[in-house]
């Protein structure tokens, strides 16, 4: 991962009555900082269900903390959709199998298992903390325990959205070999296709069609990746149509709030995954044409990097934390808000030494050596690389 200044390639405005430019990424692929800093506020999101999970509030600051995060788990889902996003802007015609797969496991797998080996640590050592059989800490390593349900949570618990990531990169090479073949219209049709299986699964979870909920199953989740990928490929074509980033950003905040009115789990992705769709693009056009955006911040793009490191470490502050604090200590506002800003500072700290002594490092270390083909080692993201595994 760079640490240059994010570069946003600005589009001078088209000619009345021209047609706007096409938006195919040259062989260095312009980055999309707008897309960093609101990962860093979906990351946010997920901090915030586990503040609220964990009980630090009582009373009314308890009330305001459901409001405003009990939906936030569907900042796994924007992780998904931004995944298929980035890595499919970020794609190269010569780009094979192998080495985007071997990318994939230097982006996700440092940090993952410096975070699983902490999260083993924790189980002999922390109380309240379950110790997990060999089993499950061997389907933590190879990224395999959200394939089966009674093991989805174990060990490091966020570390269930890797395995769909996983998942994710297998699919991708033949994914994106299928989205050039389609061309804007086939594209758009896969895009509504994902969209209409989400809201039959979400159907048929409510329904109880399965003995477990489908929230954590790897292959329920591609659809919401493959959406991310179909959006990307419109821009590329500049066929994307979709409203601005004020309106998008409106139509997303309406789908987080409208969560709390549907069953908890995997509906949850029906009432935000339209805005997600939206907002997306929407950041990432502004980026290119040069439009004001807020999410390009140079401080929220400089977190949006941490967020990926913050994603994997900060629940195991929180749970470290709770022998000293009690199981939901429902604290009154000062206390709780004294708390969590000292957990956040906490996992902030270690999420930026994650990511400057492991992610950044062993990232280098896995392939150097690519550099000496003459190849480029990897293609620029279109966003600094961050969440679930979300985005390359």
């Not at 389609?182 to 594209?187: I, K, P």
């Not at 990307?232 to 009115?261: H, K, N």
């Not at 470290?320 to 000292?342: C, D, F, N, S």
Request: net charge positive; aromatic share 12%; with cysteine.
């Amino acid at each position: 991962m760079t640490t240059a200044t994010p570069r946003v390639r600005r589009t001078p405005p088209a000619r009345t009555g021209a047609r706007a430019p096409r938006y195919s990424p040259p062989a260095d692929t312009p980055s999309l900082p707008s897309l960093t800093g609101l990962r860093w506020m979906a990351a946010l999101l997920v901090f915030g269900l586990h503040v609220n999970n964990f009980g630090y509030f009582g009373g009314t600051g308890g009330r305001l903390v459901a409001w405003g995060f009990g939906a936030g788990a569907t900042g796994v889902s924007f992780f998904f959709v931004l995944s298929g996003f980035v890595l499919t802007w970020s794609a190269r015609p010569y780009d094979r199998a192998l080495a985007f797969w071997r990318r994939r496991v230097a982006r996700i797998y440092p940090v993952h298992l410096v975070t699983l080996t902490l999260a083993l640590l924790m189980a002999h050592t922390v109380a309240l903390l379950p110790r997990p059989t060999a089993q499950q800490t061997l389907a933590n390593a190879l990224l395999l325990h959200s394939w089966w349900h009674p093991w989805w949570q174990t060990l490091n618990p966020v570390s269930w959205s890797l395995v769909c990531e996983a998942f994710f990169y297998a699919a991708f090479p033949l994914l994106i070999l299928l989205l050039r073949r389609l061309g804007a219209r086939g594209s758009a049709a896969l895009g509504g296709l994902s969209a209409a299986v989400v809201l039959a699964l979400a159907w048929a979870d409510v329904h109880h069609w399965w003995t477990h909920s489908v929230y954590s199953f790897p292959a329920a989740r591609l659809p919401e990746f493959v959406l991310g990928a179909v959006t990307a490929r419109l821009v590329l074509l500049d066929r994307w149509r979709g409203p601005g980033l004020e309106a998008s950003v409106a139509l997303a905040l309406i789908g987080y709030f409208l969560v709390p009115q549907v069953t908890p789990g995997y509906s949850a992705t029906v009432c935000t995954l339209a805005g997600f769709a939206l907002l997306i693009p929407a950041a990432a056009v502004a980026d290119l044409r040069g439009l004001p955006s807020l999410w390009r911040h140079r401080r929220l793009v400089r977190l949006g990097e941490l967020s990926f490191a913050f994603y994997m470490v900060h629940l195991l502050v929180l749970r470290a934390a709770t022998p000293e604090l009690g199981v939901k200590p429902h604290y009154g506002v000062l206390v709780g808000l004294t708390v969590t800003a000292a957990l956040f500072t906490v996992s902030l700290a270690l999420s930026w030494v994650l990511y400057e002594a492991v992610e950044r490092p062993a990232r280098r270390l896995l392939l150097q050596h690519r550099g000496r083909t003459g190849r480029p080692a990897d293609p620029v993201p279109a966003c600094r690389e961050a969440p679930p595994g979300a985005c390359d």
